[in-house]
């Protein structure tokens, strides 16, 4: 079974509009972070939001926000005020908590955000 | 803070010649993983080390796939016998830590291409 699913490969959003992106995952591990990384054109990822499995409130970091629903098992980004620099693939990712050898993230497949004006 | 850096950025290869790849991570950071990515796809965990043990490897690292991080700092990892099915983006991760609240930081990454 898929541990992070996104279902979304394509999205479209107009200049300073907002934006969700979708991640549903799965895990019987009561302690995971859930993680937001970008990564443009030029391959880096880069690290954007994180949200722990014991966190009350739903996390931010500037224009990006976590919509964090643990029983529906899903962190969906939501980036406010798209700029066309927000163009890009995004990546849900969960690392486990009480594994000693599953410290690794794992991945979705990615959406591809496209910011148009 | 100077960053996960990866060389080579790129590598273009012939099947069947070998390739070693660096990462240094970020000095204070004892976990470094290794992903592969191919195109359209999130990355794909190959194998992690803890200071110099080499602590899991994915059922996707071959035999000709090793990896090494001899002294805890650098690490390298090498393909023998390159196949064209050896081409993607190679990355390069560190974290301080193995806590389920700490982010991994990736590099730029190797992009193989193997002809």
């Known amino acids: 079974a898929q541990k992070i699913t996104q279902t979304q490969p394509g999205m479209f959003v107009q200049e300073k509009e907002a934006v969700t992106l979708d991640c549903t995952y799965d895990?019987?591990?009561?302690?995971?972070?859930l993680f937001w990384y970008k990564q443009p054109s030029s391959g880096e990822m880069i690290f954007l939001i994180y949200q722990g499995s014991y966190d009350q409130q739903n996390a931010t970091e500037g224009r990006y926000s976590l919509n964090f629903q643990k029983a529906r098992k899903s962190a969906n980004l939501v980036i406010s005020a798209s700029q066309l620099g927000d163009s890009a693939m995004y990546f849900c990712?969960?690392?486990?908590?009480?594994?000693?050898?599953?410290?690794?993230?794992?991945f979705g497949t990615g959406t591809r955000l496209q910011v148009t004006l | 803070d100077t960053g996960v850096s990866q060389n080579p950025r790129h590598k273009i290869t012939k099947r069947g010649q070998n390739v070693t790849f660096r990462c240094d991570p970020i000095?204070?950071?004892?976990?470094l993983y290794w992903y592969r990515q191919t195109l359209g796809q999130g990355p794909e965990f190959l194998t992690y080390f803890q200071n110099e043990a080499q602590l899991e490897k994915s059922r996707l690292l071959s035999d000709r796939f090793s990896a090494e991080r001899p002294k805890g700092s650098f690490s390298t990892l090498e393909i023998q016998r390159t196949e064209q099915g050896d081409s993607a983006m190679y990355l390069c991760?560190?974290?301080?830590?193995?806590?389920?609240?700490?982010?991994?930081?990736f590099g730029n990454g190797t992009r193989l291409t193997v002809t």
């Open positions: 991760a560190s974290s301080p830590n193995s806590l389920y609240n700490s982010p991994l930081h």
């Open positions: 990712a969960m690392r486990e908590g009480n594994t000693g050898t599953a410290s690794k993230l794992t």
């Open positions: 895990t019987s591990d009561p302690s995971y972070g």
């Open positions: 000095s204070e950071h004892n976990r």
